[in-house]
């Protein structure tokens, strides 16, 4: 700024001198030199003036690279949470008992080495109780599911954190988004230590208890609850820089469908949630019939334990029940919200998410249905925790498409 006003004061000062040699008679091509010299300093100083505006950081551009950045975040966690749900569904996630940041992430190479990680594998409850025969071509395939596991889970953090370094530095971020990436690649960090503080329950041994050796179903619902809670906030953070906000009337029925949306986007994250249960209980394989668990709607069993309160995360069948009833809770709220929301005037990408939500329902009820009726297959199973993720997905876009403008 200094230097563009002593440019101008210079301008202006040659003009007055040009004027005065223009009166004298004494040299009118000095005159004319100076005035298309200041004229051209001033075009050079506004075009570098524009320049420095558009390169202002963060910016459109900038925001919308950072938003596809956190989406694919986001599909990389969608990644690492299905492969956990195969590791778990083929008993695969205690098959590497040691836990190395960088040294494990080579596998064994010889023959010596599978040996060797074979003989540490069979020091373990779940060898001894459950897989006693087992050869060593099948542990290669139980060692490699998990080993890809947790090779994902440091590739998603490789994801979050390098790009962080990068946009940090480049000023993509201004002060908001700075917490957010922070606390995004902490929970990056949490997520890791809580996936070894969950391995390491099942390979403890536990000789007051009777039943098959597995990972606390506790630590395995907060290991997954941690995972979504992480996949959520990448890509409502995505979405929220890459879709423009609609500026819309608003209204009390608005304010009710926001609300509506809310909730309902709270109890498929539960519903989710309460699918780690089934899966650390293997809740999925006492009652295989529906609508009637059994002959009856309310099983005996659904209160067998004591205190009452630890039915509903200890008692196979109240887990499994309680799943159900969340499940069709969720699919209850969500053909609500579809037709609350036509009888609105609302854009036509947030009635388009809004009809994708209600459909994946419908098609996540028929998953889960088929994958109790036929015994929880592996293929079948996966797959229906896939489509709780994408139903968790659209649940989000909804919230993003319905989203105040901000001020």
Known sequence: MLLSSARTAIFYGCRNSGKGFQHSGRSPQLRQWLVKRGQSTITVEAVASSARAAATVPNAATNRIVGRWLLGCSGL???AIVLGGVT???ESGLSMVDWHLVREMKPPQSQAEWEAEFSKYQQF???KIMNHDMTLPEFKFIFYMEWGHRMWGRL?????????????RKGYFNRSMKGKVLGLCGFVF?????????V????EEKPESHDIPRVSQYRLSAHLGSALLLYCASLWTGLTLLLPAYKLTETKRLLQLRRYAKGTGGLVFLTALSGAFVAGLDAGLVYNSFPKMGERWIPDDLLAFSPTLKNFFENPTTVQFDHRILAISSLTAITGLYLFSRRMVLPRRAKIAISLLAAMAYGQVALGISTLLLYVPTQLAATHQSGSVALLSLAIWVLAELRKMPK
Do not use: D
């Open 77 to 79: 966690v969608v990644g």
């Open 88 to 90: 778990r569904l083929t």
């Open 125 to 127: 409850p779940e060898f």
């Open 156 to 168: 998603v953090g490789l994801a979050y954190i390098l790009p962080t370094v990068y946009f940090w």
């Open 190 to 198: 949490f997520q890791g230590l809580l996936g070894w503080y969950m």
């Open 200 to 203: 390491k329950s099942g390979l």
